[in-house]
């Protein structure tokens, strides 16, 4: 097949739509190739006829005319690449997986092809589901080329699906060292990711480096500063407890709801109860609009059956966040302990005016994906700490 001759650059360009994993390399190849004195044969017709019924998005099509130019030339690299990913936009793993894999299967094929080829059926392989031979695939990748970003990441990302943390944190640090801007709010979640897994295989010790590596690296990474804190607990080294919740309260005091009750069992160990009363009023008068603070104020009264003011903390709570569950959940259950009076259940449908949805919303500020728990990787676009409260 001749070079790509001028005319096909825009609807090049525009070929991004078929998956465009060749896209850079196409137009290397046009850019370093020899023009045609006006004669375009008739591979090159269907290649022109192929980017044409793509930009009319008629992939079927498009299919057809750029098969054709692979049967009449061999050497038609860059149509080989375009023609499996089309096949893995369509659906159709296993014919990518055969055009990419029969690319590679050759001997003469160019250093920067086999790359780009390799990263393609990779990616046919993850389409398909097929993890195993995705990671191997990008494995290989990364190993001929250490430095290729986009590889790293797409490993990165599928060690992080199958919960390998380990190759996952390692991997991360790779792209750390290649990247100028390296988020290192990942590698600490990572950290704490391992050290849930070591939780769970009884191995404390390193449970609790990982989670002391994760506060190291981002001092702000939340599950860590729960989760070291909960073991401090759990050893009944109540002042190293205290210190960790404290310090992650110093940075992010409206989060305090997801240590309350263990931050009480560790200031009545130290004989310190009037410290969470303290932190929650002082969450309130920073934030007139938080409701998290009041809430845990409700719980510590019905603790203590004093359930008028107990109803009056809920109340303050519910004012300000009239849609959650959570709150609701806790008067109906005080209600019944009280044996409410009309009058106490009237003031509870008056707080209720305004609620629509019984639901504590969690939004991902990347995209979108809404959540009714806080999520410390978005399942949608697997970004890191990215949820807020709706």
């Avoid at 008028?308 to 959940?329: E, N, V």
């Avoid at 949805?357 to 979108?368: G, I, L, M, N, P």
């Amino acid at each position: 097949m001749e070079p790509l001759t001028a005319s096909l650059t825009l609807a090049l360009a525009l070929a991004v739509l078929a998956g465009g994993a060749a896209l850079g390399y196409v137009l290397g190849r046009k850019s370093s190739g020899t023009r045609g004195e006006g004669r375009v044969g008739r591979d090159g017709l269907d290649a022109t006829h192929g980017f044409n019924y793509l930009l009319s998005d008629d992939i079927d099509r498009a299919i057809e005319a750029f098969t054709r130019v692979t049967q009449a030339d061999q050497g038609a690299l860059e149509i080989y690449i375009l023609l499996g990913n089309l096949y893995r936009q369509k659906g159709q793993v296993e014919a990518a997986v055969n055009v990419h894999r029969g690319l590679l299967e050759r001997r003469d094929l160019p250093a920067e092809t086999r790359a780009l080829a390799l990263q393609c059926l990779a990616l046919d392989f993850q389409e398909g589901g097929l993890v195993d031979r995705a990671i191997s695939a990008f494995q290989e990748l990364t190993e001929a080329q250490p430095n290729h970003v986009e590889a790293l990441k797409q490993l990165e990302r599928l060690y992080e699906d199958s919960g390998d943390w380990a190759k996952a944190y390692e991997t991360a640090r790779r792209l750390a060292s290649l990247e100028s801007n390296a988020d290192s709010r990942v590698l600490a979640f990572l950290q704490n990711a391992m050290g849930e897994k070591a939780i769970e295989a009884v191995d404390v010790k390193a449970a609790e480096r990982h989670f002391e590596k994760a506060l190291d690296l981002f001092p702000g990474c939340l599950p860590a500063s729960v989760n070291l804190g909960s073991l401090m607990l759990t050893q009944k080294r109540y002042k190293k407890a205290k210190a960790v919740w404290e310090q992650m309260l110093a940075r992010d005091p409206a989060m305090i709801h997801l240590i309350a009750s263990k931050l009480r069992e560790v200031y009545q160990y130290l004989g310190e109860e009037e410290k969470l009363v303290d932190t929650c009023l002082k969450l309130e008068a920073q934030d007139p609009g938080a409701w998290r603070g009041r809430m845990i104020l409700g719980e510590l009264a019905e603790a203590q059956r004093d359930y008028a003011s107990a109803f009056m903390h809920y109340g303050h709570a519910l004012k300000r966040h009239p849609q959650a569950l959570g709150l609701h959940q806790r008067i109906w259950n005080l209600m019944a302990k009280m044996k409410a009076e009309p009058a106490t259940i009237e003031a509870y449908l008056d707080l209720c005016e305004d609620s629509t949805v019984f639901a504590d919303r969690y939004v991902c500020v990347k995209c979108h994906y809404r959540a009714t728990e806080l999520l410390w990787r978005c399942p949608s676009c697997h970004q890191w700490s990215s949820f807020v409260e709706e």
